[in-house]
Nanobody, 126 residues
Framework: QVQLVESGGGLVQAGGSLRLSCAASERTFNNYNVGWFRQAPGKEREFVATISWNSGSTNFVADSVKGRFTISRDHAKITVYLQMNSLKPEDTAVYYC??????????????????WGQGTQVTVSS
């Protein structure tokens, strides 16, 4: 059972930056894919970014955040990061880290991820 702990959320002005972190309780994310999703009030949870733990260069982000958000991972810290730049008010949401223990091809499908963190609030003011 993997427990995921997100951190780094907060309140920021439009145009600002935040870096979210997702740490694993276990010793490794080996062979997992790790993703970030977000959910705004009254909306469905949506995909943001995902990365292969084994190959950090294998990753992709949603079109809505392309060019602004970057996903990366640190093996030594067993942590996945979401660097968010040029934030917009529409980025306001609870951001969740999730792990797909099956590995395999990266996916943006919510139900393919079997472990979830508790979420961290990101609020972007205009």
């Amino acid at each position: 059972q993997v427990q995921l702990v997100e951190s780094g959320g907060g309140l920021v002005q439009a145009g600002g930056s935040l870096r979210l972190s997702c740490a694993a309780s276990e010793r490794t994310f080996n062979n997992y894919n790790v993703g970030w999703f977000r959910q705004a009030p009254g909306k469905e949870r949506e995909f943001v970014a995902t990365i292969s733990w084994n190959s950090g260069s294998t990753n992709f982000v949603a079109d809505s955040v392309k060019g602004r958000f970057t996903i990366s991972r640190d093996h030594a810290k067993i942590t996945v990061y979401l660097q968010m730049n040029s934030l917009k008010p529409e980025d306001t949401a609870v951001y969740y880290c999730a792990a797909d223990s099956k590995g395999g091809p990266l996916t943006e499908v919510v139900y393919e991820y079997d472990y979830w963190g508790q979420g961290t609030q990101v609020t972007v003011s205009s």
